[in-house]
């Protein structure tokens, strides 16, 4: 069973995307909160699979929420979506980098956002190929908020480095493994070994470091190393 807490501070917004889960089997909404500082006390009583938080909110927004849960030891099995009525915003990629698993518009399709509640549940990364690209597009030619130095990605193997330049440039596992010449198995191996040597969250949070880091920079052509 999927343990969702529901996070927003317009009681329409939650009862929609409540309505929708209650009518999952594999789904159960397990508290909801109108504000980021009530979300932290009903994750830390739930620990709930996955946390659908709103980015603008009273008391405490979407991304204090994010960072607290993040660095909370207790809540480490806590997946973090952002909703958004605004699409790909500075915002989220905030978000982003505070811990969040991925995000989600509100006007989503109900079986999208079905779909993604059970991959963010799976601890997959949420953001799409396409939705990873468009983060690329969007922010890799604006200087980035904080800086990883280099010697972060000092502890990578060649192979791993390759797959999160690959994950950066907004490759699927599939996609990675096929460039890669390898199964997706073993590629998912090393996207998963890359993510705890540079302690990651998910995918999204290996584009920022690649990009931080210096691994890839904007509108340089790159070509792994094999």
Known sequence: ?????????????????????????????????????????????????????????????????????????????????ILTNYGLDEYVFHA??????????????????????????RGDALLAPAITRKLIDRYVTQPPPTSHPATALSGLTAREREAVVLVAQGLSTEELASRMVISPLTAKTHINRAMTKLHARDRAQLVIHAYESGLITPRTPHTPSR
């Open 1 to 81: 069973m999927i343990r969702v807490l529901l996070v927003d501070d317009q009681p329409l917004i939650r009862s929609g995307f409540r309505a929708l889960l209650d009518l999952e089997d594999d789904i159960e909404v397990v508290a909801e909160a109108a504000d980021g500082q009530e979300a932290l006390t009903l994750a830390r009583q739930h620990l709930p699979d996955v946390a659908l938080v709103d980015i603008q909110m009273p008391v405490l927004d979407g991304i204090g929420t994010t960072r607290r849960i993040a660095a909370d030891p207790a809540l480490a099995g806590v997946r973090v979506v």
């Open 96 to 121: 982003l980098s505070a811990g969040a698993a991925g995000f989600l518009v509100k006007d989503i399709e109900p079986e999208d956002f079905l779909h993604a509640v059970r991959v963010a549940a």
